[in-house]
């Protein structure tokens, strides 16, 4: 696995993959744009910090990338959609620089609060100034936090230490989490109107983008002091200018810029505003969040590698380990079910209904159908199909995906059925079971039938009269073809049959002919099934 490192990451954690014998690690950092591009093509994995960009030019250079670790939280410089189109899977660290941050935006607001840069600029320069770094407490005023996650509960607990009224407004949190944290859940106009320090830390996206403009800026108290240690672009940083030069903003505290480095003119106007504390992007900066978020991914390339589940992976639904465990074995069987269902469909699919039924169904069995589903698709598309972008897939193939669950059982303690719709109504059905721990076909079409899917197997469907099956034995004898089991269903006497031969090796294409005539089978396909466990074109783990 060839990795690069495009952002500084610490070594504790590179070393880790270092001494891996299957990994060759580059660490190559300050690229241009271009020099990147030309050389992403020899990648397996992209190791980033917030210095990268990692969007659709660059992922479609990647030819071989299947991995993108951001060690650090924000993925808001990765195209996590367009990656998730292409299979590539997106991990970050999510919680090695939580502290850090938290405690940046305490020290950026202190800092304002205190005068601590300008003071300390004017001593070393010589002067011995008081009183115009004359500050104000925290102790009292009333701090609003927008976005009660990691970091924003980590800010909220510290300004409670510091004795300040929290108010905080999280559309997505539970309740009982700012009750934990002693904060009062409000709306985000009553933390515009009320406070007197406003500190942002919710993620940089559609919804948040320019979240605080000149409307919410107006609506602030005269006096109020802003922080923003979370994403540049949260708030629009023309309109803070305007209200820091009104006067109506008494300062701010940032760390984070919608242009890294900052070039624009209003950005630097910003910067360079004498009530205005700026760090180049520091949150994460600590010896210690780096370290943590470096052995995070590390960890996380290492389990991708030994086909270990991945914790922290943002485009693969997120499965309980534990419970991944349990459907290993209901893995291999949606696997081999698939496999055999989609050598036998012969039109365009519509819809594909996963059923589960008996005590499997008590369990989420989202990972059975999402691998069922990259297992079908992998036989239909050009592309490789996994867990990431299978979903993504079916919808763009215009393909509907339908889980059904009834904890009811029949004949089998466990059943996974798979109903595939195709054009003009068609339908095809296959059921399987477990059968002492291996997989087991159990109806085809209407036909109850029961056999442990082979390497080679031959199907066909005829109108069922005396003297068929000697005469398939007859033809597969001449061609040296041993039958190792069979298998026949019928729907009534002497009506259609379908036969399933179990073989030794696989029957050529002249045989099947043969086959064919001397039947006159109204369908026969010779069905190949590589192996019997998982064959993991769904990046599965079964
Ligand atoms: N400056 C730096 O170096 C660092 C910056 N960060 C940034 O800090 C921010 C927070 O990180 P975490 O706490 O780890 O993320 P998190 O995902 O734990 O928390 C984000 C919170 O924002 C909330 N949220 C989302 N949309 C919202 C909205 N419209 N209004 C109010 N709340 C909303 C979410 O419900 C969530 O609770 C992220 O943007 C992250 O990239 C994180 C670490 C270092
Ligand atoms: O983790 C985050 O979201 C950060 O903002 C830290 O970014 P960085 O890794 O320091 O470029």
Redesign the pocket.
């Known amino acids: 696995m060839k990795i690069i490192v495009t952002d500084e990451v610490a070594q504790e954690g590179l070393a880790l993959l270092a001494q891996d014998p299957r990994v060759e690690l580059d660490v190559k950092l300050g690229l241009k744009k271009e020099e990147l591009l030309a050389i992403i093509g020899d990648y397996d994995v992209i190791i980033t910090r917030?210095g990268t960009t990692v969007n659709r030019e660059l992922l479609d250079a990647g030819k071989k990338l299947r991995l993108v670790a951001r060690a650090?939280?924000?993925?808001?410089n990765v195209d996590v959609d367009y990656a998730s189109s292409r299979g590539v899977i997106v991990v970050n660290a999510?919680?090695g620089?939580?502290n850090?941050?938290a405690e940046?935006?305490m020290a950026l607001l202190l800092s304002f609060c205190r005068n601590v840069t300008r003071a300390n600029g004017s001593l070393k320069s010589g002067e011995w100034k008081r009183a115009p770094f004359t500050g104000y407490e925290l102790k009292g005023k009333t701090a609003g936090v927008?976005?009660?996650?990691?970091?924003?509960?980590?800010v909220a607990t510290r300004l409670k230490a510091f004795e300040c009224d929290v108010l905080a407004?999280?559309?997505?949190?539970a309740v009982k989490r700012a009750h934990d944290l002693g904060v009062k859940l409000v709306s985000?106009d009553e933390i515009y109107k009320n406070c007197d320090i406003i500190t942002?830390?919710?993620?940089?996206?559609d919804?948040?983008r320019n979240?605080i403009g000149e409307r919410e800026l107006a609506m602030m108290k005269d006096g109020v002091i802003i922080v923003n240690?979370?994403?540049g672009g949260?708030i629009e940083e023309a309109a803070l200018l305007k209200y820091l030069e009104s006067g109506k903003v008494a300062g701010a505290a940032v760390?984070?810029f919608s242009e890294e480095p900052p070039k624009s003119e209003y950005l630097k106007k910003l910067i360079g505003h004498e009530r205005v504390v700026v760090t180049p992007?520091?949150?994460?900066?600590t010896f210690e969040?780096q370290v943590n978020v470096a052995v995070d991914v590390s960890r996380e390339i290492l389990n991708y590698l030994d086909d270990q589940p991945l914790e922290n992976a943002v485009n693969i639904p997120r499965f309980d380990l534990a419970l991944m465990d349990q459907m290993r074995p209901f893995l291999n069987l949606m696997n081999t079910l698939c496999e055999f269902g989609i050598q036998l469909l012969d039109a365009n699919i519509s819809k594909i209904v996963f059923g589960f039924s008996g005590s499997i169904a008590h369990y989420d069995c989202t990972p059975l159908t999402v691998c069922g589903l990259a297992s079908i698709l992998n036989r239909m598309v050009d592309q490789d199909v996994n867990m990431v972008n299978a979903s993504l897939i079916a919808e763009g193939m215009g393909i509907v995906v339908e889980e059904s669950k009834t904890t009811h059982a029949d004949a089998f303690s466990n059943l996974i059925t798979i109903v595939v719709e195709g054009e003009g109504g068609k339908r095809r059905t296959i059921s399987g079971t477990l059968f002492e721990g291996l997989p087991r076909i159990v109806r085809l079409r209407d036909y109850s039938m029961d056999f442990a899917p082979e390497e080679h197997m031959l199907l066909l469907h005829y109108a069922d009269r005396p003297g068929m099956i000697g005469k398939i034995g007859t033809i597969m004898g001449q061609h040296e073809i041993n039958i190792a089991s069979m298998n026949l269903g019928r729907s009534e006497k002497k009506g259609e049959a379908m036969v399933i031969l179990s073989l030794d090796s696989a029957v050529p294409p002249q045989v099947l002919e043969e086959v064919r005539a001397a039947t006159d089978a109204t369908f026969i396909k010779a069905i190949h099934m590589p192996g019997a466990r998982c064959s993991r074109s769904c990046g599965c783990t079964a």
């Open positions: 917030s650090g939280v924000g993925i808001d999510p919680f620089n939580t850090s941050a940046h935006a927008i976005g009660l996650g990691k970091v924003g509960g980590r407004c999280d559309p997505y949190i985000h942002v830390h919710t993620p940089l996206t919804e948040t979240m240690a979370a994403r949260i760390d984070v992007h520091l949150g994460a900066n969040a």
